[in-house]
């Protein structure tokens, strides 16, 4: 019997997982996809050489440097239901990129070291999720290395977090005592065996024994502080109550290790039980709000990232578009709201760098549609070109860097580089007004590194970036025209336009921009910038 629209788009569980550096999220990220059959071979993280390539980090230098600088895709199926994983950059240079994969996620899992607790980058990316009113399952790990106090890190998500807890399962020690976790729903113990580093890891469920079993098998001392504290789990914290996980208030909790395989698969049972199916999507449509279900026959989506030079032989560009409704079909016509057409043969299904064509999907599905420069981040596309989905921010850069090519002959090949570098949202791009500089914006000195690295290996242009003169940039708006226009043509020195061809104010410093605004009450000098489309 064939399996209805809703039905297909219902098995869907569209997530990204979230953490600060070196938390884990990479080894957990090649761990699911093991636990889910997606790889083979998990372990490759910690590994040398070649094998230290892992299956979502698939760029040049996030090979040699082992960290993720951009947010790639897989999709696997497991248990008659197909993930979306979305990996995230975990470094806080390409958080931009963090927050547009998180507009297209349904959940998150959040990683935490369990020596560290909360860090910093987690709570940028956990107050993104709020925004966004994601669930978010969390997920300690490290627990086979010495951590902190399981009660005292959940007392941490809960005040720093303003997030109620609520353990599934509680650890039995940490470190070289740790020995697995009870399952608090179930009753049993979920046993922990210990493995040396050069052991390659088996995909499968971790072995389960009652607790009369594990009375005899664990060190008494561990036992009793197991017993102990699972108690007092289940008397102090609440009990797991789904509608408050699924409004954001409550973060189920598993704890385990991923880089010995452990508790990945009762992350992955927890995800299917509990993580949202496609959500309701808010959207326009002819001027009206309108809410897009996951049922609805018509095909609608948003594209929250283009990625150029997947395939540097081929000068590929990719649009990473997320489905919100309807059943596609390859070789579909789908429209964008400036009603550019765009015939769909070749949509590409991920696992990171490697792709099959897409025969079909469904909402909650990412799906890639190879494109010339016709699409960019924040584009709707629906079968009608009617339908209009909430943009997605820019932020203004931390860093402006004056950029230049090495052989003065090359600008216009080098601004051709930096326009597609800034399309992908790796860095941006603005022009000022008077001269023919190019202005490169970044959140951090890393991402800099890395449109230096690209710039060279893919479009092989020596590129320098210098001290630009001005160091803050700021969009500017206003309800009055003639009044924008005006301060446009009587600040040449100090205005330009972005990418889109917004508006912007460049100045030396912040006072400059609040002298500004206090000259010019009628203008809007923003941090953030929506594109609208």
């Given at each position: 019997?064939?399996?209805?629209?809703a039905?297909?788009?219902?098995?869907?569980?569209?997530?990204?997982i979230i953490?600060?550096?070196?938390?884990?999220?990479?080894?957990?990220?090649?761990?699911?996809?093991?636990?889910?059959?997606?790889?083979?071979?998990?372990?490759?993280?910690?590994?040398?050489?070649?094998?230290?390539?892992?299956?979502?980090?698939?760029?040049?230098i996030?090979?040699?440097?082992?960290?993720s600088?951009?947010?790639?895709?897989?999709?696997?199926?497991?248990?008659?239901?197909?993930?979306?994983?979305?990996?995230?950059?975990?470094h806080?240079?390409?958080?931009?990129?963090?927050?547009?994969?998180?507009?297209?996620?349904?959940?998150?899992?959040m990683?935490?070291?369990?020596?560290?607790?909360?860090?910093?980058?987690?709570?940028?990316?956990?107050?993104?999720?709020?925004?966004?009113?994601?669930?978010?399952?969390?997920?300690?790990?490290?627990?086979?290395?010495?951590?902190l106090?399981?009660?005292?890190?959940?007392?941490?998500?809960?005040?720093?977090?303003?997030?109620?807890?609520?353990?599934?399962?509680?650890?039995?020690?940490?470190?070289?005592?740790?020995?697995?976790?009870?399952?608090?729903?179930?009753?049993?113990?979920?046993?922990?065996?210990?493995?040396?580093?050069?052991?390659?890891?088996?995909?499968?469920?971790?072995?389960?024994?009652?607790?009369?079993?594990?009375?005899?098998?664990?060190?008494?001392?561990?036992?009793d502080?197991?017993?102990?504290?699972?108690?007092?789990?289940?008397?102090?914290?609440?009990?797991?109550?789904?509608?408050?996980?699924?409004?954001?208030?409550?973060?189920?909790?598993?704890?385990?290790?991923?880089?010995?395989?452990f508790?990945?698969?009762?992350?992955?049972?927890?995800?299917?039980?509990?993580a949202?199916?496609?959500?309701?999507?808010?959207?326009?449509?002819?001027?009206?709000?309108?809410?897009?279900?996951?049922?609805?026959?018509?095909?609608?989506?948003?594209?929250?990232?283009?990625?150029?030079?997947?395939?540097?032989?081929?000068?590929?560009?990719?649009?990473?578009?997320?489905?919100?409704?309807?059943?596609?079909?390859r070789?579909?016509?789908?429209?964008?709201?400036?009603?550019?057409?765009?015939?769909?043969?070749?949509?590409?299904?991920?696992?990171?760098?490697?792709?099959?064509?897409?025969?079909t999907?469904?909402?909650?599905?990412?799906?890639?549609?190879?494109?010339?420069?016709?699409?960019?981040?924040?584009?709707?596309?629906?079968e009608?070109?009617?339908?209009k989905f909430?943009?997605?921010?820019?932020?203004?850069?931390?860093?402006?860097?004056?950029?230049?090519?090495?052989?003065?002959?090359?600008?216009?090949h080098?601004?051709?580089?930096?326009?597609?570098l800034?399309?992908?949202?790796?860095?941006?791009?603005?022009?000022?007004?008077?001269?023919?500089?190019?202005?490169?914006?970044?959140?951090?000195?890393?991402?800099?590194?890395?449109?230096?690295?690209?710039?060279?290996?893919?479009?092989?242009?020596e590129?320098?970036f210098?001290?630009?003169t001005?160091?803050?940039?700021?969009?500017?708006?206003?309800?009055?025209?003639?009044?924008?226009?005006?301060?446009?043509?009587?600040?040449?020195?100090?205005?330009?336009?972005?990418l889109?061809?917004?508006?912007?104010?460049?100045?030396?410093?912040?006072?400059?921009?609040?002298?500004?605004?206090e000259?010019?009450?009628?203008?809007?000098?923003?941090?953030?910038?929506?594109r609208?489309?």
């Amino acid at each position: 019997m064939p399996i209805s629209l809703a039905e297909e788009a219902a098995r869907r569980r569209t997530f990204a997982i979230i953490s600060h550096p070196d938390a884990g999220k990479t080894t957990l990220t090649e761990n699911l996809l093991l636990a889910g059959g997606a790889i083979r071979l998990a372990g490759q993280v910690a590994a040398r050489g070649e094998r230290r390539r892992t299956s979502s980090d698939w760029m040049k230098i996030e090979r040699d440097r082992g960290i993720s600088v951009s947010a790639s895709v897989m999709t696997f199926e497991h248990d008659d239901l197909m993930f979306n994983l979305l990996d995230t950059p975990g470094h806080e240079d390409f958080s931009e990129d963090t927050y547009r994969t998180l507009t297209a996620a349904d959940s998150a899992v959040m990683v935490l070291d369990a020596a560290k607790g909360i860090e910093p980058q987690t709570l940028k990316l956990f107050e993104v999720c709020r925004m966004r009113d994601i669930p978010i399952i969390t997920f300690i790990n490290k627990m086979d290395r010495e951590a902190l106090d399981p009660l005292e890190l959940l007392d941490e998500i809960q005040d720093k977090l303003q997030l109620d807890t609520s353990p599934l399962y509680w650890p039995a020690a940490s470190g070289q005592r740790f020995s697995g976790m009870k399952d608090l729903r179930k009753g049993d113990f979920v046993s922990y065996l210990k493995k040396t580093a050069d052991k390659s890891i088996e995909p499968g469920p971790s072995t389960r024994i009652g607790m009369q079993e594990a009375r005899g098998t664990l060190d008494t001392m561990v036992m009793d502080e197991l017993e102990e504290g699972a108690e007092l789990a289940s008397e102090a914290l609440p009990d797991f109550d789904e509608q408050a996980f699924r409004e954001g208030h409550m973060t189920p909790v598993v704890f385990g290790s991923a880089l010995r395989h452990f508790g990945v698969n009762e992350l992955l049972s927890t995800l299917a039980e509990f993580a949202p199916a496609p959500r309701p999507q808010t959207a326009e449509k002819k001027g009206d709000k309108i809410t897009v279900e996951r049922s609805d026959k018509a095909v609608a989506g948003f594209v929250f990232k283009i990625q150029a030079n997947m395939d540097p032989n081929h000068r590929d560009r990719v649009a990473f578009l997320r489905l919100c409704s309807g059943e596609f079909k390859r070789g579909m016509r789908l429209k964008t709201t400036e009603n550019k057409q765009l015939n769909i043969h070749n949509p590409l299904m991920f696992l990171a760098q490697d792709r099959e064509i897409a025969e079909t999907a469904y909402a909650g599905d990412v799906i890639g549609v190879p494109n010339h420069g016709q699409l960019r981040v924040g584009d709707s596309l629906s079968e009608n070109g009617d339908i209009k989905f909430k943009g997605i921010p820019n932020f203004a850069p931390e860093i402006l860097r004056r950029a230049r090519p090495k052989d003065p002959m090359k600008s216009k090949h080098l601004r051709k580089a930096l326009e597609s570098l800034a399309e992908e949202g790796v860095t941006q791009l603005f022009t000022p007004a008077l001269g023919s500089d190019m202005i490169v914006g970044a959140v951090g000195s890393l991402q800099i590194d890395v449109m230096a690295e690209r710039v060279a290996a893919e479009y092989n242009l020596e590129v320098v970036f210098e001290q630009a003169t001005y160091n803050v940039a700021r969009w500017i708006a206003s309800d009055d025209p003639d009044k924008l226009e005006a301060f446009m043509e009587k600040n040449r020195g100090t205005v330009g336009t972005d990418l889109d061809g917004a508006p912007v104010y460049l100045a030396k410093n912040a006072w400059d921009v609040g002298y500004a605004q206090e000259k010019n009450p009628d203008l809007k000098f923003t941090a953030t910038k929506e594109r609208m489309v």
